[in-house]
């Protein structure tokens, strides 16, 4: 397999700056109200060269927020914002849609800056975790830029990190923070001794897996990888598969079923094979039937989708198991070439992965 690391996450980056000695900082909401573009747990990486990736609203508050951030830096004390107040006052403090809006921003410590509440070993345990497919939560404690993290699996709630002198914080902490995992959304709390925490859901990155490296894999790969997700490029046909029609992507060259085996596929996975070539499509459609991948999707005309299910009828597969598959794959935008066929696959992926219906949406995009 060919890997290579291209991110957008304002996580990956800040460990990135930090690790390359710039100073850094994260801010991330902790609340919303009202009309408030972005939920509780968006985050937005600032760097002391003036980097930026990320936000915390739909533009309204960043350029606030980053002259915070720039102070954060300089003395290493976290900040606690808020913005917008109402309808008719929002204009001036920077929310023109009149919601409202906290944010917590705090620098990053390094052994060279030592003065920030947020410490690069702290957020590369976050970050590995996150890349094992471990579902993890960071919590705040918002007065001081305390930090605990906590994991959800098979052995329950756990600290694994966790100094003795936080256990009572951890048992304080448990209710929140096992709703937060149910519910897949980060929260505030209040502890026994009054003092506020923000229980940040650091959500595993959604993956893509496209099987055969085709014309229009070439466009939507980097397309989904710059929606968020961490794309594989899954064909054994190494002609195609290349670094250079690929950059930046991860490449796997295995049979398809070998490859998704490897990549324990989960509910946080869409799988779409793009090839037309049933000793290729098939054994995807096998392997993701099998599994937990919240989209399956195969390119082809309904022609060629209803020969499909008939093999994998033939193969044992039900009605009901098949009516997974998209196919033909992708919105029917009337799409013409590999870039609007492209865009129409991913924007079926994101609709089904939001579980929203589709059109006019009356609010916030």
């Given at each position: 397999?060919?890997?290579?690391?291209?991110?957008?996450?304002?996580?990956?980056?800040?460990?990135?700056?930090?690790?390359?000695?710039?100073?850094?900082?994260?801010?991330?909401?902790?609340?919303?109200?009202?009309?408030?573009?972005?939920?509780?747990?968006?985050?937005?990486?600032?760097?002391?060269?003036?980097r930026?990736?990320?936000?915390?609203?739909?533009?309204?508050?960043?350029?606030?927020?980053?002259?915070?951030?720039?102070?954060?830096?300089?003395?290493?004390?976290?900040?606690?914002?808020?913005?917008?107040?109402?309808?008719?006052?929002?204009?001036s403090?920077?929310?023109?849609?009149?919601?409202?809006?906290d944010?917590?921003?705090?620098?990053?410590?390094?052994?060279?800056?030592?003065?920030?509440?947020?410490?690069?070993?702290?957020?590369?345990?976050?970050?590995?975790?996150?890349?094992?497919?471990?579902?993890?939560?960071?919590?705040?404690?918002?007065?001081d830029?305390?930090?605990?993290?906590?994991?959800?699996?098979?052995?329950?709630?756990?600290?694994?990190?966790?100094?003795?002198?936080?256990?009572?914080?951890?048992?304080?902490?448990?209710?929140?923070?096992?709703?937060?995992?149910?519910?897949?959304?980060s929260?505030?709390?209040?502890?026994?001794?009054?003092?506020e925490?923000?229980?940040?859901?650091?959500?595993?990155?959604p993956?893509?897996?496209?099987?055969?490296?085709?014309?229009?894999?070439?466009?939507?790969?980097?397309?989904?990888?710059?929606?968020?997700?961490?794309?594989t490029?899954?064909?054994?046909?190494?002609?195609?598969?290349?670094?250079?029609?690929f950059?930046?992507?991860?490449?796997?060259?295995?049979?398809?079923?070998?490859?998704?085996?490897?990549?324990?596929?989960?509910n946080?996975?869409?799988?779409?094979?793009?090839?037309?070539?049933a000793?290729?499509?098939?054994?995807?459609?096998?392997?993701?039937?099998?599994?937990?991948?919240?989209y399956?999707g195969?390119?082809?005309?309904?022609?060629?989708?209803?020969?499909?299910l008939?093999?994998?009828?033939?193969?044992?597969?039900?009605?009901?198991?098949?009516?997974?598959?998209?196919?033909?794959?992708?919105?029917?935008?009337?799409?013409?070439?590999?870039?609007?066929?492209?865009?129409?696959?991913?924007?079926?992926?994101?609709?089904?992965?939001?579980?929203?219906?589709?059109?006019?949406?009356?609010?916030?995009i």
């Amino acid at each position: 397999m060919t890997q290579t690391l291209t991110s957008h996450d304002p996580l990956d980056l800040a460990i990135a700056w930090a690790r390359a000695g710039q100073a850094a900082a994260l801010a991330c909401v902790t609340s919303t109200w009202g009309s408030s573009p972005r939920p509780a747990g968006s985050m937005m990486a600032v760097s002391a060269t003036g980097r930026i990736e990320g936000s915390v609203s739909g533009g309204c508050v960043e350029g606030a927020v980053i002259a915070e951030a720039a102070e954060v830096m300089q003395d290493g004390r976290p900040r606690s914002l808020s913005y917008g107040v109402s309808s008719e006052d929002a204009w001036s403090v920077g929310l023109a849609c009149g919601g409202l809006l906290d944010v917590y921003v705090e620098s990053i410590s390094t052994p060279e800056r030592p003065t920030g509440t947020l410490e690069l070993a702290l957020l590369e345990r976050l970050s590995a975790l996150r890349q094992a497919r471990q579902p993890v939560l960071l919590a705040t404690r918002l007065s001081d830029g305390r930090h605990i993290v906590l994991t959800c699996g098979d052995a329950g709630l756990q600290a694994p990190d966790c100094l003795p002198e936080d256990s009572g914080h951890v048992a304080s902490l448990s209710e929140s923070a096992r709703q937060a995992f149910h519910t897949g959304r980060s929260l505030r709390h209040i502890d026994t001794q009054a003092e506020e925490w923000f229980l940040h859901l650091i959500p595993m990155q959604p993956r893509l897996m496209i099987v055969g490296a085709v014309h229009i894999a070439q466009v939507l790969a980097p397309m989904a990888q710059t929606a968020g997700f961490a794309v594989t490029v899954i064909d054994p046909r190494t002609q195609l598969a290349t670094a250079d029609r690929f950059p930046g992507i991860t490449l796997d060259t295995q049979w398809p079923d070998e490859a998704l085996d490897s990549l324990h596929i989960d509910n946080q996975t869409a799988i779409v094979t793009l090839t037309h070539d049933a000793k290729l499509d098939d054994p995807t459609l096998r392997h993701a039937l099998r599994g937990a991948a919240f989209y399956i999707g195969a390119l082809g005309s309904r022609k060629t989708q209803a020969s499909r299910l008939a093999r994998l009828k033939e193969d044992g597969f039900s009605d009901e198991q098949t009516r997974r598959i998209h196919g033909p794959v992708g919105l029917a935008i009337g799409a013409v070439g590999a870039a609007e066929i492209a865009l129409s696959i991913l924007a079926e992926i994101v609709a089904v992965r939001r579980n929203a219906p589709l059109g006019h949406h009356p609010g916030w995009i």
